[in-house]
């Protein structure tokens, strides 16, 4: 069994994404503890509401929601009435028994998996605990129900196992979640948590038959252990599925496109070191993400919205690489970049990867014309070792 906990500033996060696959008819509503009807007669306002009660509370408290996954092992053997008073047992082991829970059971993969969405604010507007709540509560929550319900132990599984698991909760969460519209925007969004999906060198059998493999890679983009194949994940994340989510993600975007332009200039116009503006970025919640071809020149420079789950490219903004990567240095401010359309092409170009905080790292290698990477590295010793012979 396989716990893990997320938490959330804003309870619509985890509502929304449960609600929506049962939209689909991939998911139920099993049990809804401390909404005061039965769970047939609960729409997806009145279950926010619920939850807004408690949140209303209190202002003081960022942790509004609590979405924890409980996943079996395809070898497990359990029944779905134990299944869910075991999930029942968990909430009420970590401290949750009073408040208001929902669990859902997703059907969308080969193995069982549960949902709980929650709040860790109380009525009278005090909180739970959450400090290391994983290793206070919640493990030794597990390790005593995979006994009780005689289940393969987690500790007992390889480390390969658990990264698969990982992997598969990330991927998912971002294809369901997030508006992409290329292959390089969803890996922008994979790549702040160290994933890569690669759809193999052009030319390759992968590439040529629309294959698509996933890596982990380190800080510096390098690809780490053996990869997995699309088709090998449970929710089958592979090449055609991503695709058909290019175009309905591109018309979805465009409502949020003006708004996090403004927000992105703004940050530029005020920034006053390459510091500065990676710190302004990440309080407005905003990722950044660059992309190197083999020559250690840019090609492109994409943006994260995490608030409204938008990916885009410098170019649909408006702004120029060399607007961004001098925003630190500049003296005048950035003027207000005419905004463009976001209908891109959905080619996958080849790229390299570069390390999850590049504002600093990458920015400061290109203006001091020092790659990072070995490959780059020995280009460019090569090039210094031709230009000594010249000058000889």
Not at 3 to 27: C, F, H, Q, W
Not at 350 to 369: E, G
Request: net charge positive; charged share 20%; proline share 4%.
């Amino acid at each position: 069994m396989v716990i893990k906990i997320t938490s959330s500033k804003r309870m619509n996060d985890p509502l929304n994404y449960n609600e929506k696959k049962v939209s689909e008819g991939v998911a139920q509503l099993i049990m809804a503890s401390g909404f005061g009807c039965d769970i047939e007669n609960l729409n997806t306002s009145q279950k926010l509401q619920r939850f807004q009660h408690n949140i209303s509370q209190t202002q003081k408290i960022r942790t509004k929601a609590l979405h924890i996954f409980i996943s079996f092992l395809p070898e497990d053997k359990i029944s779905h009435d134990s299944m869910h008073e075991l999930a029942r047992k968990y909430i009420d082991r970590i401290g949750f028994a009073e408040q208001p829970y929902l669990i859902y059971q997703h059907n969308d993969t080969h193995h069982p998996h549960l949902h709980i969405v929650t709040t860790p604010i109380k009525q009278d507007g005090t909180t739970i605990n959450l400090h290391n709540i994983g290793s206070r509560l919640s493990n030794p929550a597990r390790q005593a129900l995979e006994t009780e319900y005689h289940l393969i132990k987690a500790n007992g599984r390889s480390q390969e196992t658990e990264a698969h698991a990982s992997m598969n909760t990330i991927i998912s969460n971002t294809i369901d979640n997030y508006k992409f519209t290329s292959l390089v925007e969803f890996n922008a969004i994979l790549r702040e948590h160290g994933i890569i999906a690669d759809p193999g060198k052009p030319g390759s059998f992968m590439h040529k038959h629309g294959g698509l493999q996933y890596f982990r890679v380190d800080d510096k983009g390098r690809k780490t252990g053996k990869p997995i194949k699309s088709s090998k994940f449970l929710g089958k994340p592979t090449l055609a599925r991503i695709t058909r989510k290019f175009q309905p993600n591109s018309f979805a975007k465009n409502a949020y496109q003006k708004k996090v332009q403004e927000k992105i200039v703004n940050i530029l116009q005020h920034t006053q070191s390459l510091q500065a503006l990676n710190q302004q970025l990440k309080n407005a919640n905003i990722g950044c993400y660059i992309e190197y071809n083999r020559q250690a020149e840019i090609t492109d420079i994409s943006f994260i919205d995490h608030r409204s789950k938008t990916v885009y490219h410098s170019t649909e903004l408006g702004l120029t690489t060399d607007q961004v990567i001098h925003a630190g240095q500049q003296r005048s401010p950035v003027s207000k970049p005419t905004i463009a359309s976001s209908n891109r092409s959905y080619e996958y170009p080849v790229s390299l990867y570069s390390t999850k905080d590049f504002l600093i790292n990458q920015f400061a290698l290109l203006l001091t014309s020092q790659p990072q990477s070995e490959g780059m590295a020995g280009d460019t010793n090569q090039k210094k070792k031709k230009k000594k012979k010249l000058n000889r």
